[in-house]
T-cell receptor, first 116, second 110 residues
Framework: NAGVTQTPKFQVLKTGQSMTLQCAQDMNHEYMSWYRQDPGMGLRLIHYSVGAGITDQGEVPNGYNVSRSTTEDFPLRLLSAAPSQTSVYFC???????????????FGEGSWLTVV | GQSLEQPSEVTAVEGAIVQINCTYQTSGFYGLSWYQQHDGGAPTFLSYNGLDGLEETGRFSSFLSRSDSYGYLLLQELQMKDSASYFCAVQAGNTGKLIFGQGTTLQVKP
């Protein structure tokens, strides 16, 4: 099993450019989410999806779009990159939204994004 | 609003026991979970408490008191590889949203 796979691992963007961070999971998980982590901070939820065709906003959704056309994929789009979006982005998935000892959450390895 | 507080740094020696506390304020509380993150790495799920009490997984245990809005992570028989950041997170609401604390950096010394 590959688990949760994110690409690219590193990216430098110029202000105003757009790009898509890819996330794929092969565990047949219904729940997927995107977080950002700024230096010395915890993770903050950007967007999440409880299943194909369903997405919703998290804590910090502005400047980002998501879609969920398949169970496996959950791409995150930056519409017009700003320096404030310089961060590390983590994609995560779990079988269902509510965690338990039998339903854990798995994170991808992260995508380091710098906006200059 | 929703907030979590945990100590920023903890230092302990190899073989010792360390406790990392987490207090929270949130509405729609469903559970408290803990994560380990090594420098430059992905967060790794450690444990989850949905009900009051202690959950044990090997050298790691986690405790929750919902009436006190308080939990802790207990690490026993510390090893050098346990040096990492540890995050508590509250699951708020039934949509799976996780609200993370700012993390505790654990340094294990020989």
């Amino acid at each position: 099993n590959a688990g949760v796979t994110q690409t690219p691992k590193f990216q430098v963007l110029k202000t105003g450019q757009s790009m898509t961070l890819q996330c794929a999971q092969d565990m047949n998980h219904e729940y997927m989410s995107w977080y950002r982590q700024d230096p010395g901070m915890g993770l903050r939820l950007i967007h999440y999806s409880v299943g194909a065709g369903i997405t919703d906003q998290g804590e910090v959704p502005n400047g980002y779009n998501v879609s969920r056309s398949t169970t496996e994929d959950f791409p995150l789009r930056l519409l017009s990159a700003a320096p404030s979006q310089t961060s590390v982005y983590f994609c995560a998935s779990s079988y269902s939204p509510l965690l338990s000892s039998g339903n854990t959450i798995y994170f991808g390895e992260g995508s380091w994004l710098t906006v200059v | 609003g929703q907030s979590l507080e945990q100590p920023s740094e903890v230092t302990a020696v190899e073989g010792a026991i360390v406790q990392i506390n987490c207090t929270y304020q949130t509405s729609g509380f469903y559970g408290l979970s803990w994560y380990q993150q090594h420098d430059g790495g992905a967060p790794t799920f450690l444990s989850y408490n949905g009900l009051d009490g202690l959950e044990e997984t090997g050298r790691f245990s986690s405790f929750l008191s919902r009436s006190d809005s308080y939990g802790y992570l207990l690490l026993q028989e510390l090893q050098m590889k346990d040096s990492a950041s540890y995050f508590c997170a509250v699951q708020a609401g039934n949509t799976g949203k996780l609200i993370f604390g700012q993390g505790t950096t654990l340094q294990v010394k020989p």
